[in-house]
């Protein structure tokens, strides 16, 4: 029953922690895109998405993150058989990518906090697609943990899956992005 509830608590704190990610990394463009405001209208939106983003960083991302880390090193404790079979090994390397996405988006957060209401040095469109790596990350272990042993038996028709994917969303993200224009 132990295991269950910590379990419940993991998939939660999960959610919460990839809800914060994914508007965080949003708001990073909401402020690239008030590079073609007037003066006036930029500084007061990008002193308002400066404000969100340590928010949402400092209030829902990272306890969030620090819950489903302990709750998750827990149930990893209590099932130390986990760390034998290969499908959740693939889930940790998953993770080790998502810790890496992770730490790009708290450099971010120091980065526009230092510009002090200045332009952000990236492509409008480099972070639209940045936003969209959180998802194939969530895609990624969600499939890992539901399929198990079976990722490794149909590991090929996964990747291509995920290659299909992945195609499908920048190629909608590049869309969208040249309509606006």
Known sequence: ???????????????????????LVRLFVYYKDTDEFEENKKQVLREQYVF???RLWNIIT???????????????????GLM???????KLTFLLGLAA?????????LQIKNLNGNV??????????ANEIATFILFSVVFTVIL?????????QL??????????IMMTVKLVNKKKS
């Open 62 to 80: 990272i306890p969030a993150g620090v819950i489903m880390l302990v709750s998750g090193i827990t149930l990893i404790v209590l099932n130390f």
């Open 84 to 90: 034998k079979t290969p499908w959740f090994h693939l």
């Open 1 to 23: 029953m132990l295991y269950t509830i910590i379990k419940a608590v993991h998939i939660i704190f999960m959610v919460s922690y990839f809800a914060g990610i994914f508007y």
């Open 101 to 109: 996405y992770h730490y790009w988006c708290w450099k971010k957060i």
């Open 159 to 168: 990747i291509v899956g995920f290659i299909v994917l992945a195609a499908l």
């Open 52 to 54: 969100m983003a340590r």
């Open 120 to 129: 952000l040095p990236i492509e409008n469109i480099k972070l639209r697609q």
């Open 148 to 156: 198990k042993s079976m990722v490794i038996a149909f590991w090929w």
